[in-house]
């Protein structure tokens, strides 16, 4: 059963929804090379609200996750696309299905 996830927030700035909706889907590619992330999902919560959340067995995999290129990718163009800083949360799997 995975234990550990991420969940984040994400805020556009205005004229940048769409950069930041398609960064989304297309991070997706980059989550599926991550061994340790077992879940996935990039969501929009209104119409510059965004969001990921994911899951991980162990802690070194959510670590590993904060570390890679998804991160890495989003925060070099956060100054441009995001109207504040993102809300990453390390948050505990207390069930699942």
């Given at each position: 059963?995975?234990t550990?996830g991420?969940?984040?927030t994400?805020?556009?700035k205005e004229?940048?929804?769409k950069?930041v909706?398609?960064?989304?889907?297309s991070?997706?590619?980059?989550?599926?090379?991550e061994?340790?992330t077992v879940?996935?999902?990039?969501?929009?919560?209104?119409s510059?609200?965004?969001?990921?959340f994911?899951?991980?067995?162990q802690?070194?995999?959510?670590e590993?996750?904060?570390?890679?290129e998804?991160?890495?990718?989003l925060?070099?163009?956060?100054?441009?696309?995001?109207?504040?800083q993102?809300?990453?949360?390390?948050?505990?799997?207390?069930?699942?299905?």
């Amino acid at each position: 059963m995975v234990t550990k996830g991420l969940l984040a927030t994400v805020q556009a700035k205005e004229g940048k929804e769409k950069d930041v909706e398609d960064f989304l889907k297309s991070a997706v590619d980059l989550a599926k090379k991550e061994d340790k992330t077992v879940d996935w999902f990039a969501f929009k919560i209104d119409s510059n609200t965004f969001g990921i959340f994911d899951t991980f067995n162990q802690d070194d995999g959510r670590e590993a996750h904060l570390n890679g290129e998804i991160a890495s990718h989003l925060m070099a163009n956060a100054d441009t696309l995001l109207k504040t800083q993102p809300s990453i949360k390390k948050i505990d799997i207390l069930g699942s299905k």
